[in-house]
């Protein structure tokens, strides 16, 4: 394979930092409504439990999302690389790393309601056998996250443009381009992508 072959998409400083500042943000707010202990006059948001539940849940997210993004913003790599041979994936938490076409049942658009009322376009990269890259994750909470995703959204493999240089639409039809390479060198039959 030659470099004319390929597309290293690298990852975005600017929108990792974003991230890294929207995760102190959860963090802040979970740890305001455990110190203070906010009155509210909605009788179910005053509630102790649900306080303590979002609170909990907002430290959670804000800590993870410190952790995953701060740690990507020292990442080197690129986030994710086309070529004829595959998608190389370095684009989240779980990098899949190296995925041959071959793998690949189907790719689509997957459109989700993110935590903060947006929401979030994902290209679902569907595979021929997803256990074998679900087995291969040794962390039992990711694994589970990767089996969810996979019950709920078809696939455990889900690219996401919130951290690479490059928007939703242009990285869906790049895929799609590469797809279409694939099919057309192996003369294989492959669905092109849809959305949904």
């Known amino acids: 394979m030659t470099d004319s072959n390929k597309i290293a998409i690298p990852l975005s400083r600017a929108?990792?930092?974003?991230?890294?500042?929207?995760?102190?943000?959860?963090?802040?707010?979970?740890?305001?409504?455990?110190?203070s202990n906010p009155q509210i006059s909605n009788p179910f948001f005053n509630h102790p439990v649900v306080k303590i539940i979002a609170s909990c849940a907002s430290v959670m997210m804000g800590l993870s999302g410190i952790y995953i993004f701060a740690k990507k913003l020292f990442d080197k790599k690129p986030g994710l690389i086309l070529s004829e041979e595959g998608i190389y994936d370095n684009t989240s938490a779980f990098k899949f790393g190296f995925i041959p076409w071959?793998?690949?049942?189907?790719?689509?658009?997957?459109?989700?309601?993110?935590?903060?009322?947006?929401?979030?376009?994902?290209?679902?990269i569907g595979l021929n056998d997803p256990d074998?890259?679900?087995?291969?994750?040794?962390?039992?909470?990711?694994?589970?996250?990767?089996?969810a995703n996979s019950k709920h959204y078809g696939s455990?493999?889900?690219?996401?443009t919130n951290g690479l240089k490059i928007d939703h639409k242009d990285l869906l039809k790049?895929?799609?381009?590469?797809?279409?390479?694939?099919?057309n060198a192996t003369g294989k039959k492959l669905p092109a992508i849809t959305t949904g």
């Open 102 to 124: 071959t793998d690949i049942a189907e790719i689509y658009e997957k459109k989700v309601q993110g935590a903060v009322a947006s929401k979030q376009y994902f290209v679902t």
């Open 156 to 160: 455990p493999v889900h690219l996401s």
């Open 15 to 35: 929108k990792l930092t974003r991230l890294v500042i929207l995760s102190i943000l959860f963090l802040a707010a979970g740890l305001w409504i455990i110190i």
């Open 132 to 147: 074998k890259y679900i087995s291969g994750v040794t962390n039992t909470i990711k694994r589970k996250l990767l089996i």
């Open 174 to 183: 790049l895929v799609n381009e590469y797809f279409e390479k694939c099919k």
